[in-house]
């Protein structure tokens, strides 16, 4: 049996003016904005030196784009582009060209990367407290830290190097970088990242986890003297 039609080259365009591709965004980004979101960015999120003259300008409006461009299913510059799609400009304001977003981007150091993570801890701490995404953090809360390898193309990456990682069941060295995930969930809740640090590919499974342990621990505020004690005797030293 064959088909009727023949298929031709080409490719899907949402180029409607009155239709909103991602309306699922209006809630998410509402909540964010309930636990403080841009003022977490405005007062942790700072650009002392541009390498570009006004790239770093508005860095709250650019950061919230950005992560809404994420939620919608962005990984990469251009893919930014979709939080402009259609009517989604007329939903939201601050919406930037995702040549603007990558402009804004290459303005970053490690050092922002830690103002970041800042901002991440801070606001699941407040996602917490209006919502159930941490249920039961009261009563016993897991900790989990990942080291993983993720392959990055390109000579001139900064950090990329060749680490060890497991494809089909066989050790193989690959190019990229190592970034170390910490996680947190409950009995009732699933878990949820509460960090992440960047890293070398070549770097030990173990190199940071300690100090991204500790991380978790502030998030998840507990008070017993035994469950810190475990804690640190546990802990691997850097």
């Given at each position: 049996?064959?088909?009727?039609?023949?298929?031709?080259?080409?490719?899907?365009?949402?180029?409607?003016?009155?239709?909103?591709?991602?309306?699922?965004?209006?809630?998410?980004?509402?909540?964010?904005?309930?636990?403080?979101?841009?003022?977490?960015?405005?007062?942790?999120?700072?650009?002392?030196?541009?390498?570009?003259?006004?790239?770093?300008?508005?860095?709250?409006?650019?950061?919230?784009?950005?992560?809404?461009?994420?939620?919608?299913?962005?990984?990469?510059?251009?893919?930014?582009?979709?939080?402009?799609?259609?009517?989604?400009?007329?939903?939201?304001?601050?919406?930037?060209?995702?040549?603007?977003?990558?402009?804004?981007?290459?303005?970053?150091?490690?050092?922002?990367?830690?103002?970041?993570?800042?901002?991440?801890?801070?606001?699941?701490?407040?996602?917490?407290?209006?919502?159930?995404?941490?249920?039961?953090?009261?009563?016993?809360?897991?900790?989990?830290?990942?080291?993983?390898?993720?392959?990055?193309?390109?000579?001139?990456?900064?950090?990329?190097?060749?680490?060890?990682?497991?494809?089909?069941?066989?050790?193989v060295l690959r190019?990229?970088?190592?970034?170390l995930a910490v996680?947190?969930?409950?009995?009732?809740a699933a878990p949820?990242?509460?960090?992440?640090?960047?890293?070398?590919?070549?770097?030990?499974?173990?190199?940071?986890?300690?100090?991204?342990?500790?991380?978790?621990?502030?998030?998840?505020?507990?008070?017993?003297?035994?469950?810190?004690?475990?804690?640190?005797?546990?802990?691997?030293?850097?």
């Open positions: 049996m064959q088909g009727s039609h023949t298929w031709r080259a080409g490719s899907a365009v949402f180029d409607e003016d009155n239709l909103v591709s991602h309306a699922g965004l209006v809630p998410v980004l509402e909540l964010a904005e309930q636990a403080g979101l841009s003022r977490l960015l405005g007062e942790h999120v700072r650009f002392v030196c541009e390498r570009v003259k006004s790239g770093a300008a508005n860095p709250t409006a650019k950061l919230t784009a950005i992560i809404a461009g994420m939620a919608a299913g962005a990984d990469c510059i251009d893919d930014l582009d979709v939080v402009r799609a259609g009517g989604m400009k007329h939903v939201f304001g601050g919406v930037y060209a995702a040549a603007t977003l990558g402009i804004f981007l290459r303005e970053f150091t490690h050092g922002h990367t830690r103002q970041l993570s800042a901002v991440l801890r801070r606001h699941l701490v407040a996602l917490a407290a209006r919502t159930r995404v941490l249920a039961g953090i009261d009563q016993r809360a897991f900790i989990d830290i990942d080291s993983l390898l993720r392959p990055v193309y390109g000579h001139a990456k900064q950090g990329a190097s060749f680490g060890h990682t497991k494809i089909a069941g066989k050790t190019r990229g970088l190592s970034p996680t947190i969930c409950t009995d009732a949820v990242l509460a960090g992440v640090r960047l890293r070398a590919g070549r770097a030990g499974s173990a190199k940071g986890a300690a100090s991204l342990g500790r991380v978790g621990r502030s998030v998840v505020r507990r008070d017993e003297p035994a469950w810190r004690r475990r804690w640190k005797s546990s802990t691997p030293k850097e």
